[in-house]
Nanobody
Framework: QVQLVESGGGSVQPGGSLTLSCKTS????????MGWYRQAPGKQRELVAT???????NYAGWVKGRFTVSRDNIKVTSDLNMLTLVPDDTAVYYC???????????????WGHGTQVTVSL
């Protein structure tokens, strides 16, 4: 059974930083594509960043160098390091792992339950 568990969310002030982590189980020995998505209140879930098993990364345009996605292929985990956070980054952040046909088309994927990030004074 595949499970993804996010951690590291919390409340920070604007300009602050957080590192989110995604731990998986049931994927040992595979090299799934992994991704981070977020969903703000009243908005659709959107892509933040993805990383392939080979380490190729892709970021949403609004990230503008503030976030860095990484992974550990041995542990099959992923981190999202977020810098210079702004209130608009407030959302539930989700981890995703699976197989993709293209940068935006997943054929098989699993989701975590999300971790809340709140950026406010």
């Amino acid at each position: 059974q595949v499970q993804l568990v996010e951690s590291g969310g919390g409340s920070v002030q604007p300009g602050g930083s957080l590192t989110l982590s995604c731990k998986t189980s049931g994927l040992y020995g595979s090299y799934p594509d992994m991704g981070w998505y977020r969903q703000a209140p009243g908005k659709q879930r959107e892509l933040v960043a993805t990383i392939t098993g080979g380490g190729e990364t892709n970021y949403a345009g609004w990230v503008k160098g503030r976030f860095t996605v990484s992974r550990d292929n041995i542990k099959v985990t992923s981190d999202l390091n977020m810098l210079t956070l702004v209130p608009d980054d407030t959302a539930v952040y989700y981890c995703r792992a699976g197989t993709r046909l293209s940068s935006s088309v997943w054929t098989t994927s699993y989701w975590g339950h999300g971790t809340q990030v709140t950026v406010s004074l």
